[in-house]
T-cell receptor, first 113, second 112 residues
Framework: SQTIHQWPATLVQPVGSPLSLECTVE??????LYWYRQAAGRGLQLLFY??????ISSEVPQNLSASRPQDRQFILSSKKLLLSDSGFYLC????????????FGPGTRLTVL | KQEVTQIPAALSVPEGENLVLNCSFT??????LQWFRQDPGKGLTSLLL?????REQTSGRLNASLDKSSGRSTLYIAASQPGDSATYLC???????????FGAGTILRVKS
């Protein structure tokens, strides 16, 4: 069966510090991978998605970046965090199918102080 | 630009009540619509997915309907239980691309 992991589960970082969040998927090959952010009281906002190694599409211009160094690994990064980067970050995967259902990881709670 | 709205933003009901959550979207050119459940501080769990050609889907006490032409979907929960307490999110997938557009969610509390 497929599983998706995210770490860390929670993170508190000072403004201006770097960020690296990791997401890995097991039990499937060549998945589509997604990074979402959920701010308090708001819906999920798609940040990046990837259809293959090294292929990243950005949905929202910001100080975040994403990379996909391996087929089932998706990394969200920042060189300098802003207060507005605080939120709940969710990774998801899907495979090309009739439904293309997305399956979500447990999330990372990021607080920037 | 697709926009998804969920009403109400929050709902509190006594145990055993039947309830309806509403979702509306502005662009009817969707591939499918999905309802998710999110427990506090957790990821999302898919509840029901309705393809654009379908009218409804059922799973246990849950029934989701879709009226694509009017841009509406409802999630019906029968005989609500305290364990149903969570945030319910509606999301539409556009015809083109892999993007899901989410509503802000409805926070449901079922009181025992």
């Amino acid at each position: 069966s497929q599983t998706i992991h995210q770490w860390p589960a929670t993170l508190v970082q000072p403004v201006g510090s770097p960020l690296s969040l990791e997401c890995t998927v097991e039990g499937t090959s060549n998945p589509n991978l997604y990074w979402y952010r959920q701010a308090a009281g708001r819906g999920l906002q798609l940040l990046f998605y990837s259809v293959g190694i090294g292929q990243i599409s950005s949905e929202v211009p910001q100080n975040l970046s994403a990379s996909r160094p391996q087929d089932r690994q998706f990394i969200l990064s920042s060189k300098k965090l802003l207060l507005s980067d605080s939120g709940f970050y969710l990774c998801a995967w899907s495979v090309l199918s009739a439904t293309d259902t997305q399956y979500f990881g447990p999330g990372t709670r990021l607080t920037v102080l | 630009k697709q926009e998804v709205t969920q009403i109400p933003a929050a709902l509190s009901v006594p145990e055993g009540e039947n309830l309806v959550l509403n979702c509306s979207f502005t662009d009817s050119a969707i591939y499918n619509l999905q309802w998710f459940r999110q427990d506090p501080g957790k990821g999302l769990t898919s509840l029901l997915l309705i393809q654009s050609s379908q009218r409804e889907q059922t799973s246990g006490r849950l029934n989701a309907s879709l009226d694509k032409s009017s841009g509406r979907s409802t999630l019906y929960i029968a005989a609500s239980q305290p364990g149903d307490s969570a945030t319910y999110l509606c999301a539409v997938r556009q015809v083109y691309g892999n993007k899901l557009v989410f509503g802000a969610g409805t926070i449901l509390r079922v009181k025992s």
